[in-house]
């Protein structure tokens, strides 16, 4: 009878512990310093970039559910609703905020973060922005990476004129609720009058709107695409790379996200490279560095990409110099 007392007794005791157990679990989670993830667009297609970010924090010493949370807040191209998970972040003690991919995703961080170290990703010179006092010394709470997206239209338009050297009329898709899209716009306008075409300039806030863009273009005729730099162009990359398809329009894209779905080219920063740039701030903020001392990164790396396959679909041959100089070539 005092064997099964104590059975019993030792059997209570034990549920006691295991019921004891979630609490505890949920007390060391509560313990690891958390990142806050904030992101103007939507997961899936930022999928790739934010494995690069973890990758870069594994590789300093951070695994997430071990000695890091992450948190992840996606605006899905809403830019409203940044200030409003920006601020849940700060409420929920994040040790560093990090926030990508635009301008707007940094600026609703910082003034929301009431001192919490930022890390950002934007395509935008973040000292004429306001994000930072100067490039090597940021001076406040923020510090990051500036891939050089928004600074490329010329570029790009220069690309699509060697690949069509006939082409008189070239599209430009732009959101106009993008903060960027009139500074975007105007470098455009001023490269085609210097190659003296024709700008078709297309804009499109929504799903339903591209749709209307694109039947707009092929209706003008136009010869080619450009699309602005967007986080909402982004996230609907794939319906934007099938109308493109549909309609027979070459286009040249931001990054080789497009590409990869189809897109016939793409010109841009590597912007894995840029996400792996964040986890290695991260990483150095979370062992106590200051984003003050922390220089901007700048990333030099820009990549050309070409889709040779889609470039035949649309009866289109690519030039051998333009081959010759490509980072990547889908074959």
Same mark, same amino acid.
């Given at each position: 009878?005092?064997?099964?007392?104590?059975?019993?007794?030792?059997?209570?005791?034990?549920?006691?512990?295991?019921?004891?157990?979630?609490? *505890?679990?949920?007390?060391?989670? &509560?313990?690891?310093?958390?990142?806050?993830?904030?992101?103007?667009?939507?997961?899936?297609? +930022?999928?790739?970039?934010?494995?690069? #970010?973890?990758?870069?924090?594994?590789?300093?010493?951070? !695994?997430?559910?071990?000695?890091?949370? /992450?948190?992840?807040?996606?605006?899905e191209g809403q830019y409203d609703r940044l200030p409003l998970l920006a601020a849940d972040l700060v409420r929920r003690q994040a040790s560093v905020i990090v926030a990508a991919p635009?301008?707007?995703?940094?600026?609703?961080?910082?003034?929301?973060?009431?001192?919490?170290?930022? =890390?950002?990703?934007?395509?935008?010179? @973040?000292?004429?922005?306001?994000?930072?006092?100067?490039?090597? $010394?940021?001076?406040?709470?923020?510090?990051?990476?500036?891939?050089?997206? +928004?600074?490329?239209?010329?570029?790009?338009?220069?690309?699509? $004129?060697?690949?069509? @050297?006939?082409?008189?009329? #070239?599209?430009?898709?732009?959101?106009?609720?993008? *903060? $960027?899209?009139?500074? #975007?716009?105007?470098?455009? !306008?001023? *490269?085609?009058?210097?190659?003296?075409?024709?700008?078709?300039?297309?804009?499109?806030?929504?799903?339903?709107?591209?749709?209307? &863009?694109?039947?707009?273009?092929?209706?003008?005729?136009?010869?080619?695409?450009?699309? &602005?730099?967007?986080?909402? #162009?982004?996230?609907?990359?794939?319906?934007?790379?099938?109308? +493109?398809?549909?309609?027979?329009?070459?286009? !040249?894209?931001? =990054?080789?996200?497009?590409?990869?779905?189809?897109?016939?080219?793409?010109?841009?920063?590597?912007?894995?490279?840029?996400?792996?740039?964040?986890?290695?701030?991260?990483?150095?903020?979370?062992?106590?560095?200051?984003?003050?001392?922390?220089?901007? /990164?700048? /990333?030099?790396?820009?990549?050309?990409?070409?889709?040779?396959?889609?470039? $035949?679909?649309?009866?289109?041959?690519?030039?051998?110099?333009?081959?010759?100089?490509?980072?990547? !070539?889908?074959?």
């Amino acid at each position: 009878m005092q064997f099964d007392r104590l059975r019993r007794r030792d059997f209570i005791s034990l549920l006691g512990g295991a019921a004891a157990w979630p609490v *505890a679990a949920r007390a060391q989670q &509560a313990a690891l310093p958390l990142v806050g993830f904030l992101h103007a667009g939507s997961a899936t297609p +930022a999928a790739s970039y934010v494995a690069a #970010f973890l990758s870069a924090l594994a590789e300093a010493g951070y !695994v997430g559910n071990k000695n890091v949370a /992450v948190e992840y807040r996606y605006a899905e191209g809403q830019y409203d609703r940044l200030p409003l998970l920006a601020a849940d972040l700060v409420r929920r003690q994040a040790s560093v905020i990090v926030a990508a991919p635009n301008t707007a995703a940094a600026r609703a961080a910082i003034m929301a973060s009431n001192g919490t170290p930022i =890390v950002f990703n934007n395509g935008d010179d @973040p000292v004429a922005a306001g994000l930072v006092a100067s490039l090597n $010394r940021p001076g406040g709470n923020a510090t990051g990476v500036n891939n050089y997206l +928004a600074e490329l239209g010329a570029k790009r338009l220069g690309l699509l $004129r060697e690949l069509l @050297p006939t082409a008189a009329r #070239f599209g430009w898709l732009v959101n106009p609720n993008e *903060a $960027r899209a009139e500074a #975007f716009t105007k470098d455009v !306008v001023t *490269a085609a009058a210097a190659l003296n075409v024709q700008i078709e300039i297309a804009h499109a806030r929504d799903s339903r709107e591209i749709e209307l &863009a694109f039947a707009t273009l092929a209706r003008n005729k136009t010869d080619a695409l450009m699309v &602005a730099p967007d986080t909402l #162009f982004a996230s609907r990359n794939v319906q934007i790379v099938t109308l +493109a398809t549909r309609h027979g329009i070459p286009a !040249v894209y931001t =990054v080789r996200t497009y590409v990869e779905h189809g897109g016939l080219m793409s010109y841009g920063p590597n912007l894995p490279e840029a996400y792996r740039q964040l986890g290695v701030y991260t990483a150095r903020i979370l062992k106590g560095e200051k984003p003050a001392d922390l220089p901007v /990164v700048q /990333v030099n790396k820009l990549d050309l990409v070409v889709n040779v396959p889609t470039a $035949r679909a649309l009866g289109l041959t690519v030039p051998d110099t333009l081959l010759a100089r490509a980072d990547e !070539v889908i074959e």
